[in-house]
């Protein structure tokens, strides 16, 4: 299958912090990859800007080490990439003064698509965002881009979204979840919506229960100070897992436009029940063998931050009443994994006695990492003679196998860069989404504080602590394991 691309209109991209990690691994890689596929036109222009003082050839070696670090060799022919380099300029600015805004606004085309990359700390949002309409280098074609944390809890999110919104209207804010860019997730809708073989069947009176699963095989060795202050609940359930969990629970919007899918996932954070902390597990990791532990890793030896959250969650509305919804992430898990599993209820009437012991049932398993892929588990009949003997099966499907490896090799940052520039927001996080997940988290993360709870230790390796293993137990349920 060839891909169709699509070229976007020109375009001057300015990313603030682009001598940063985020930039150098996965910003500027992206846009040569698109650069490379011919949808970036043959004038747009990127403008580097950090604290650093260099001239733009300097940049330019710096991205060109950057791309020659993070893409294979055969992804980076020299002409290319030559190419693409001298689409690059550097600007110093102090995002907190008044150095280097002018000659910002030099460079910058008059009726060019402007759309500014915020990979910095959040703290310097509303500083960029305020010198950027005082200086009048925004204008109302301009886009902004945000990168996650969107606040610390409520009251913070609510903070940053008024210094955005003092400057920029909500169709010009991108907050950006780079999960919404991953083909899976994006298949999600396609996979719920254009087929009449899924959607009568999503609902409460078929589907017995929902696991999501985000499990990560290394520890937070190297950012401990940011991740003791923020834990598995901040870092990971708040954002990522909600946004699957939107995607898989929303009611089809009335259109495929960015505004009635935004509105129909709002609806679903809305509908959350709290959750009380039994049907919460939290953990830390252990030392192991070749890993120090959780508190090693942060420096804290009294932390009481989450490594590993495990819970149980409803929502209450028609479609999903009585149907619960299983979410865990964490560190130094088993292996690195994610997905979600849509596991049926079993049919009404069982017609083969003794015949379906140890069946698992149907299940819908949808792969985000590493094998982006979609299994369908069945149930068949045994091969052979000697009567009715049933066996389960599993119809795979690849990404890569089926569609090609190069349409499946896109990093999510790539895909939504270039959503940025076409202003479609649809994967984007509007504001009121922001704030209802924060709603719905901060009652937990206050229960846990003020019961004042120590983690459940658990091994490196393992799929977490016992207790999380018991929540779905007392269901009678079992988690699908990781790696499996």
């Known amino acids: 299958m060839v891909a169709r691309v699509i070229p976007v209109e020109p375009f ?20 040569f990859h698109r650069f490379r596929a011919g949808q970036m036109p043959s004038d747009a222009k990127i403008i580097g800007s950090a604290r650093s003082e260099m001239e733009s050839a300097e940049f330019r070696t710096l991205v060109g080490a950057a791309i020659a670090e993070f893409v294979a060799p055969d992804l980076r022919p020299q002409d290319q990439l030559d190419a693409f380099l001298q689409r690059l ?34 703290a310097l949002f509303g500083a960029i965002a305020e010198r950027l309409s005082t200086h009048a280098i925004a204008t109302p074609q301009s886009r902004i881009v945000v990168e996650k944390p969107f606040g610390h809890d409520l009251e913070s999110a609510r903070a940053l979204n008024r210094d955005l919104l003092r400057h920029f209207d909500e169709a010009q804010i991108y907050r950006i979840d780079h999960y919404l860019g991953k083909e899976t997730v ?43 202050q923020s834990g598995a609940m901040r870092d990971m359930v708040q954002n990522h897992l909600m946004q699957l969990l939107c995607l898989i629970a929303m009611e089809p919007p009335s259109k495929f436009t960015p505004n009635s899918v935004r509105d129909e996932k709002v ?32 420096e804290n030896p009294d932390s009481r931050t989450e490594s590993f959250i495990a819970m149980k969650l409803t929502v209450g509305n028609w479609r999903w009443a009585s149907t619960p919804f299983y979410l865990r992430t964490g560190k130094h898990l088993r292996d690195r994994v994610s997905e979600i599993a849509v596991i049926f209820k ?46 389960e099966v599993a119809m795979d499907m690849s990404f890569a196998d089926a569609l090609g490896k190069d349409l499946t090799s896109q990093d999510a940052y790539e895909r939504l860069v270039m959503d940025v520039i076409r202003g479609d927001q649809t994967l984007f996080m509007r504001g009121d989404e922001v704030e209802a997940a924060w709603a719905w988290a901060d009652p937990m993360i206050a229960a846990w504080e003020e019961a004042s709870q120590r983690p459940m230790p658990y091994d490196p390796g393992s799929s977490g602590p016992e207790e999380a293993l018991m929540l779905m137990h007392q269901g009678g349920r079992r988690w699908r394991p990781i790696g499996d």
């Open 12 to 31: 001057d991209l300015v990313i603030f912090g682009a001598t940063g990690d985020l930039a150098r691994r996965k910003i500027l890689p992206g846009l």
């Open 89 to 122: 300029d550097y600007v110093h600015i102090d995002v907190t003064g008044d150095i280097g805004w002018d000659a910002l606004q030099k460079i910058l085309r008059p009726d060019t698509i402007r759309t500014f990359y915020l990979s910095v700390s959040p």
């Open 267 to 298: 609806k679903v954070i809305e509908a959350l029940d709290p959750v009380p902390l039994r049907d919460i597990v939290r953990g830390q990791y252990r030392a192991g063998r070749d890993n120090q532990s959780y508190f090693d890793d942060v």
């Open 346 to 391: 079993d049919p009404p009437h069982n017609i083969f006695p003794n015949k379906m012991e140890g069946r698992k049932g149907n299940a819908l398993i949808i792969r985000l990492q590493p094998d982006e892929g979609i299994t369908l588990r069945t149930t068949i009949k045994e091969p052979g003679p000697g009567g009715m003997r049933l066996t």
């Open 186 to 228: 994006q298949n999600l809708m396609a996979l719920r919506f254009a087929n009449s073989l899924f959607e009568p069947l999503w609902n409460a009176t078929h589907i017995d229960h929902v696991q999501i699963t985000v499990a990560e095989s290394l520890g937070v060795a190297g950012r401990g100070g940011y991740y003791d």
